[in-house]
């Protein structure tokens, strides 16, 4: 069936047609979709992307929130929570001891 329907497309379209097709998913795969792959796979920003990144990094700066850090919860139970959050990354090895311990003096003068 999908012989019978590919042989009526390309009855009615031109062949020259056929190589632009063929020549833009080449383009595509070969020039956007690899090096986007390969970039990620070494933990970079894909260069056509960057402008974006530098982007966001503006609007921060001229729009500065609050932080995740002092957007806490100003009540014993959330800063429990965060302290036992902070020791989970600390055991699983995403923050050094001196930030833990930066971040947890900063969590416990808020009580």
Partial sequence: MGNLVMSTFLMFVPQ?????????????????YIPYNESKKRGEIWGPLRWLKKVTDRVKSVRPGKSSEDSHVSTGAGRSHQLEQLETMRQAGLI?????????DKILKGL
């Fill in 96 to 104: 050094s001891g001196p930030e833990y311990r930066q971040k947890r």
């Fill in 16 to 32: 020259r047609a056929l190589y632009v097709f063929l020549t833009i998913c080449c383009a595509g795969f070969f020039g956007i």
